[in-house]
């Protein structure tokens, strides 16, 4: 075996090339954010906003977003008396130089009496009439917004959480129920699972609105993230819903198409035991779109892992393909990288070899969140250095959580664990593959962190699934823009 380490991935801001650094935080203070889609270029935005909540909760969300105008000091941690990045403030004139306005007329109100009028219901029945609330509000908003929103605030009141959370569960998660394949239990059917998951459905099903739900916690600071962490995500999270790039990746190839490929249960009233496939694909100019797969019955004695057949496999990987082409001027892409969270089946491979003919390299990696490995370096403090690399011919250990050099410090709270690597086929140096997942790690947009453990391309999979899993119950066409499922 060889082992080797792999470099921090550079980052670009300010919509160019010429300005790079590897800490989304500090890139985005020195040179802000890269800028929007459409015009691939850096630029003072002020966001649109449209707000559905009650009064009293619309009051909190603006007096919060007032906050997050001034500086906010990063936390200074106790042990390294390291400090975080403090948060710049969000306005035109800030390092961010974007700014949120709320829209008055995109404002559509809940009443605190039809809060009240819930108590007469049990929890189930008061999570039905919330969801036959908001949609109306969706709906209301659609007709009379032109354009319509870049995004719609959703701050959620108190008590309307404390009727309609499991008091089981500590979480505070509005949760109708949770899914499930077992055959013996007997089901009230709705298509509501998740009231976030929901939320995202609705929301893209009147007028293709992007949402946000702000909890009552997040906008009294009292969470477990300090301040200036709160409002970093916020920050990134919403320029990014707003048609923006918060950065770009340098070391990744404009002619390399990554697509992260997991399964989701595809539920309606008569049939529970449908699986789907999705396709999660990210390009280095800052596309993120989700393809759904066809859907197919899968019975657990079947086992444990669903795959696809050879004409399933087929099928998303050319429409892969086709989707590259759109975004690219109906150029093919040079090579095409596969990350999986199961193994490669022969009828899966053969079906994405078929699909890809005419494609010069391609690489299908089976990424294990669990290795059950964990390196320690003898006598010293901190654990392996992100980046740790080892490999042999298809077999991979890498780190991509650990010790951070340029930061002098570990980030997490707990041993860091490496990912296990498996290449099926692989056309790329095993270097080039461990490059890629590093990069990846670096493009999760729902937050401003230095870097998370798993790649984008599997990493929000399944919170992508529960949104696809809500719109198909609902019969509702799912966009594909990854923006409507964060």
Not at 9 to 27: M, N, R, T
Not at 82 to 95: H, K, Q
Not at 404 to 414: A, D, F, H, I, K
Request: a positive charge; proline letters at 6%; aromatic letters at 12%.
């Amino acid at each position: 075996m060889k082992s080797t380490l792999i470099p921090e991935p550079q980052l670009f801001f300010g919509g160019s090339e010429d300005s790079s650094c590897i800490d989304p935080k500090v890139g985005l203070i020195n040179f802000g954010p890269f800028g929007r889609f459409s015009r691939g270029k850096s630029e003072h935005l002020i966001i649109r906003a449209g707000i559905i909540s009650t009064k009293k909760s619309k009051i909190l969300l603006e007096s919060w977003l007032d906050k997050l105008k001034n500086r906010i000091p990063g936390r200074i941690d106790e042990n390294s008396s390291r400090r975080e990045v403090d948060f710049p403030g969000i306005s035109l004139d800030s390092p961010l130089k974007f700014e949120i306005q709320i829209d008055e007329s995109c404002v559509e109100y809940i009443r605190e009496s039809d809060i009240d009028d819930l108590e007469k219901f049990p929890r189930k029945k008061r999570i039905l009439e919330v969801l036959k609330i908001y949609e109306q509000k969706f709906a209301d908003l659609a007709s009379t917004s032109d354009p319509p929103p870049d995004i719609v605030f959703l701050p959620l009141s108190e008590k309307l959480i404390k009727l309609c959370e499991n008091k089981k569960f500590k979480t505070g998660k509005i949760i109708y129920e949770y899914k499930t394949f077992n055959r013996k239990k007997i089901y009230e059917y709705t298509p509501l699972f998740d009231f976030h998951n929901a939320m995202k459905v609705i929301a893209f099903k009147n007028g293709n609105m992007v949402s946000q739900i702000i909890r009552p916690s997040t906008l009294n600071f009292n969470t477990s993230q300090d301040p200036a962490t709160v409002a970093w995500n916020f920050a990134v999270a919403t320029y990014y819903k707003a048609t923006g790039i918060p950065w770009k990746l340098a070391d990744i190839d404009e002619e390399t198409c990554y697509v992260g490929l997991s399964f989701y249960q595809e539920i309606t009233e008569k049939d529970r035991n449908m699986r789907a496939s999705m396709a999660h694909v990210y390009l280095r100019t800052g596309e993120s779109q989700v393809i759904r797969g066809k859907p197919f019955k899968w019975d657990e004695n079947q086992g444990k892992h669903p795959y696809l057949t050879e004409n399933l496999a087929y099928e998303i990987i050319k429409d892969v393909i086709e989707l590259y082409k759109r975004q690219k001027n109906n150029a093919l892409p040079r090579r095409i990288v596969i990350h999986k969270t199961t193994p490669f089946k022969d009828e899966e491979i053969g079906g994405f070899d078929k699909g890809i003919k005419g494609i010069e390299m391609a690489d299908y990696i089976h990424i294990h969140q669990k290795s059950g490995i964990m390196l320690f370096y003898k006598g010293k403090t901190y654990p392996p250095i992100r980046g740790t690399f080892i490999y042999d011919k298809t077999k991979f250990i890498l780190y991509t959580t650990g010790y951070v050099p340029s930061l002098n410090t570990y980030m997490g709270s707990s041993v860091p664990m490496p990912l296990f690597l498996e290449a099926y086929r692989m056309d790329s140096h095993p270097e080039q593959i461990a490059k890629d997942i590093m990069a990846l790690t670096k493009l999760d947009w729902n937050n401003a962190y230095f870097n998370v453990r798993l790649p984008v391309t599997i990493g929000v999979s399944r919170k992508v699934g529960n949104i696809l899993s809500e719109s198909s119950a609902r019969n509702i066409d799912a966009p594909s823009n990854y923006r409507y499922y964060m």
